[in-house]
Structures are given as structure tokens and as C-alpha cells.
């Protein structure tokens, strides 16, 4: 029905940069919100960045002025570019997305999930 892929993930070492993609697919009406959400065994799933339809975006302090979400409308997709990437950043990355399909009410969908390692 919809599919959120996410893609972008890997190892980079402290201070390298990483872009992650999530795309979304199938039939919908339309999207609105879309986020990006990260966890490790060792923290619990926090918002890392997200973004409004209309383009406002929102950060967690600990990413601010390293990490800039941003999507593409027409091609239903939101990016997240993580720059200076620190240790802590280490962990699995989620996409989101608030969906609107036909016949039902508004809500969440998640990708599977996309792993970020941060290490020498």
C-alpha cells in the first residue's frame, strides 16, 4: 500500500558526513509531516529532525547546525544530511511520514530503517 525506503546509511569515521533518502511509494493522497527518528539499544527512539509540508523544519539541540533535513515535494522524498558526525550519532535511523490515504484517517508510516555507524 505505502512503502517508505530509506537509504544513505553505512560507516563513516567522527567528523565524516552522510546523506540519507527516504522515499516514499505506492498510493496515497498526499503527505504532510516527514521526520527523521534514531535508536540504539543503549538510548530510546528520539526525533532527530522534521519537517512540515510547507517546509518548517524542527531539530533536536544535539544535532543543531550539524544535521539539515529537507524534502522534495514532487519526488516524495526527505533527506537528511549529517555533517560533523560524532560517535553518538551511531544508531538506526527511521524515516517517517504522516500519509494521508484514501479512505482512512491521517497517520503514521515507517521505514525499515537505515544504519548509521560512527567510529574510528
Known sequence: QVQLVESGGGLVQPGGSLRLSCAASGRFYEIYGMGWYRQDPGKPRELVASISRAGRTNSVDSVKGRFTISRDNAKNTVYLQMNSLKPEDTAVYYCNA???????????????????????
Open 98 to 120: 504522516e500519509i494521508l490515504v484514501a479512505g482512512q484517517a491521517l497517520r503514521d508510516y515507517w521505514g525499515q530503517g537505515t544504519h548509521v555507524s560512527v567510529s574510528s
